[in-house]
Nanobody, 123 residues
Framework: QVQLVESGGGLVQAGGSVRLSCAAS????????MGWFRQAPGKDREFVAA???????YYANSVKGRFTISRDNAKNRMWLQIDSLKLEDTAVYFC?????????????????WGQGTQVTVSS
């Protein structure tokens, strides 16, 4: 069992930046593919970014150039740097860990999820 805990969300002005953190309880963190998803009010959960075992990164088209995903296996942590925040970035952001193979952009691929952290962008 892996526990994931997100932090770093909050109220941020449009155009600003925020850095989300995901702490994992597992000693085998380096073997997981890790991802960030978000869910806005009234909308489905959507893929944001992911990073695999070799530190290859993947992004949703809507966030490319503004979001940066990274991980530190020695610290069992993953981060999501969000720059140039837009109102439409307002959502609960979830980190997730995948053991099995499958599309890294699909929520069903992931085995463990955090509780989420709220990011609210104000004008």
């Amino acid at each position: 069992q892996v526990q994931l805990v997100e932090s770093g969300g909050g109220l941020v002005q449009a155009g600003g930046s925020v850095r989300l953190s995901c702490a994992a309880s597992s000693r085998t963190f380096s073997t997981y593919r890790m991802g960030w998803f978000r869910q806005a009010p009234g909308k489905d959960r959507e893929f944001v970014a992911a990073i695999d075992w070799s530190d290859s990164t993947y992004y949703a088209n809507s966030v490319k150039g503004r979001f940066t995903i990274s991980r530190d296996n020695a610290k069992n942590r993953m981060w999501l740097q969000i720059d140039s925040l837009k109102l439409e970035d307002t959502a609960v952001y979830f980190c997730a860990a995948a053991i099995a193979l499958g599309s890294i952009k699909l929520a069903d691929t992931y085995d463990y999820w955090g509780q989420g952290t709220q990011v609210t962008v104000s004008s």
